[in-house]
């Protein structure tokens, strides 16, 4: 069974840092891509990061690009996902999610099976 737990968010400046963990367990994590995704008040769920496992390659959104990283971690079966520069407009519930299946280039969530529960990260003075 696929299981995926998360932990890491919290309140932080503008500016700031956080880094969210998903903890894995009950699938092999080596052979599934990898998304991270948010959700904020009255939004749909947009991705943040996606990692296909086919090529090796990570997408990024674009308004995360070259401030948020998304790794993985096989032997621990931990993804992380490092928030750099927050501003206030990332404020949101961040969830990370795995698929074994074909993946898009637009990290979609439709893409994605396996979700963990979410954590909010809000971004405030």
């Known amino acids: 069974q696929v299981q995926l737990v998360e932990s890491g968010g919290g309140l932080v400046q503008p500016g700031g840092s956080l880094t969210l963990s998903c903890a894995s367990s009950?699938?092999?994590?080596?052979?599934?891509?990898i998304g991270w995704f948010r959700q904020a008040p009255g939004k749909q769920r947009e991705g943040v990061a996606c990692?296909?496992?086919?090529?090796?390659?990570?997408y990024y959104a674009y308004s995360v690009r070259g401030r948020f990283t998304a790794s993985r971690d096989i032997a621990k079966r931990n993804l992380t996902l490092q928030l750099n520069n927050l501003r206030p407009e990332d404020t949101a519930v961040y969830y990370c999610?795995?698929?074994?299946?074909?993946?898009?280039?637009?990290?979609?969530?439709?893409?994605?099976?396996?979700w963990g529960q979410g954590t909010q990260v809000t971004v405030s003075s």
């Open positions: 009950g699938f092999p994590l080596y052979s599934f891509n």
């Open positions: 999610a795995v698929d074994n299946g074909l993946m898009d280039d637009d990290c979609s969530p439709t893409d994605f099976e396996h």
């Open positions: 990692f296909d496992n086919r090529d090796g390659s990570t």
